[in-house]
């Protein structure tokens, strides 16, 4: 009995021991760092793999800047010469003009100069805008010579020359006061009603000028048409000059303070200022003008006022020309469209009127079809000669 008592006990002690034991091994197994758990079954440990660093971008190449090449500056126009528009100017004017010089030596070649004769002569250069005056003043001379004098006074080609050439009066002073006087730029108004090409006249008087190789300086001051300052920027802008402009429907006096300041401080020979061509009311436009004359010469006098008429409006243009002239002093005359149905005799007949001489013809509508004026090459094309 106690044999077996004793048997017992150390079965009870082993099967302790044993149950311990596996619980001892679990515990430890799943205390195991996990990492390590992969070697499990092969009956070896693998070791840890070897940390690896995140991929770093492999450094790039700064992107090489290509710089585009500025676009090469328009080359400026080289505006012709006087000399090459005076040759355009004989041979325009003898194809639009020649009529009235070939009609005129027609009746004067008649062998016997009537009554008659001398009223058709008279009707023809009324009928070219001439004017009552200088028509009653041209028929009495050719008169005289013609008829009292007989062939004394030479072949009828040569006298009608001689005297429409003292009609449109070769001893004016036709030229642009276009020089730096006491340091100071010459001061151009250009005066006119819209519609005669006046804006237009201003950028192809500025290629005159470059052409002579003046500095100019080009203002806006018509800032009541917005067109007005945008046309005039792209003349100036063909041949290098600058334009002063303001926002449309401002001062236009301060525009052309503006302009003259900046003509004085680039030491420019000339400012041209283009003005407002309004014509609703005579005290209105002698407002503005006498305030865009009187701010500009703060800084510098005003060398010349050129009026701008269209030589295809006949009377309605000695009109406006009477209204100018009331307005301001008006130093010179700048006829467009003189090429095209014009009548050559409004050339005599704006003289008179206004007592000042036509500079500038407008000649077509090139760049370069303005050029000054020149009383041998003009009655030379109303006789029909190139």
């Given at each position: 009995m106690g044999e077996l008592l004793y048997l017992i006990i150390v079965l009870a002690?082993?099967?302790?021991?044993?149950?311990?034991?596996?619980?001892?091994?679990?515990?430890?197994?799943?205390?195991?760092?996990?990492?390590?758990?992969?070697?499990?079954?092969?009956?070896?440990?693998?070791?840890?793999?070897?940390?690896?660093?995140?991929?770093?971008?492999?450094?790039?190449?700064?992107?090489e800047v290509v710089t585009e090449p500025e676009p090469a500056a328009p080359a400026l126009?080289?505006?012709?010469?006087?000399?090459?528009?005076?040759?355009?100017?004989?041979?325009?004017?003898?194809?639009?003009?020649?009529a009235l010089g070939r009609g005129l030596l027609a009746l004067l070649s008649r062998d016997r100069l009537d009554e008659d004769t001398w009223e058709e002569i008279e009707d023809s250069l009324l009928t070219a805008d001439v004017g009552v005056g200088p028509t009653q003043e041209l028929v009495e001379r050719l008169r005289t010579r013609l008829r009292v004098e007989g062939g004394a006074a030479g072949k009828p080609r040569d006298v009608l020359r001689e005297e429409l050439l003292a009609l449109?009066?070769?001893?004016?002073?036709?030229?642009?006061?276009?020089?730096?006087?006491?340091?100071?730029?010459?001061?151009?108004?250009?005066?006119?009603?819209?519609?005669?090409?006046?804006?237009?006249?201003?950028?192809?008087?500025?290629?005159?000028?470059?052409?002579?190789?003046?500095q100019v300086v080009l203002g806006a001051a018509?800032?009541?048409?917005?067109?007005?300052?945008?046309?005039?920027?792209?003349?100036?802008?063909?041949?290098?000059?600058?334009?002063?402009?303001?926002?449309?429907?401002?001062?236009?006096?301060?525009?052309?303070?503006?302009?003259v300041r900046t003509g004085m401080e680039q030491e420019a020979d000339v400012v041209l200022?283009?003005?407002?061509?309004?014509?609703?009311?005579?005290?209105?436009?002698?407002?503005?003008?006498?305030?865009?004359k009187r701010v500009v010469?703060?800084?510098?006098?005003?060398?010349?006022?050129?009026?701008?008429?269209?030589?295809?409006?006949g009377q309605n243009g000695m009109i406006q020309a009477r209204v100018f002239s009331e307005v301001v002093d008006v130093t010179g005359i700048v006829l467009t469209k003189l090429d095209g149905s014009a009548k050559g005799g409004i050339v005599v007949a704006v003289q008179r009127e206004?007592?000042?001489?036509?500079?500038?013809v407008g000649l077509g509508e090139g760049p370069d079809d303005l050029a000054p004026f020149d009383p041998g090459a003009f009655v030379d094309a109303l006789l029909g000669e190139g």
């Open positions: 002690v082993v099967a302790v021991v044993t149950v311990a034991g596996l619980v001892t091994s679990g515990v430890r197994r799943s205390r195991r760092r996990p990492d390590l758990e992969r070697g499990a079954g092969t009956g070896t440990i693998a070791p840890p793999e070897p940390e690896v660093e995140a991929p770093t971008e492999a450094p790039t190449e700064a992107p126009e080289r505006p012709e010469s006087a000399a090459g528009r005076l040759v355009r100017l004989r041979q325009r004017l003898s194809r639009s003009q020649g449109v009066d070769p001893t004016m002073d036709r030229r642009l006061a276009a020089q730096r006087t006491d340091g100071k730029p010459s001061v151009m108004m250009v005066v006119g009603v819209n519609g005669t090409g006046k804006t237009t006249t201003v950028g192809k008087l500025a290629r005159v000028l470059v052409a002579e190789d003046k018509d800032t009541f048409r917005a067109a007005a300052s945008e046309q005039l920027t792209t003349w100036g802008e063909r041949v290098g000059v600058p334009t002063v402009r303001g926002p449309e429907g401002s001062d236009p006096a301060s525009v052309a303070f503006e302009a200022v283009d003005t407002a061509g309004r014509l609703q009311n005579k005290a209105g436009l002698m407002d503005e003008l006498g305030k865009v010469e703060k800084q510098a006098p005003v060398s010349e006022v050129l009026l701008v008429l269209d030589a295809t409006t206004l007592g000042v001489p036509v500079k500038l």
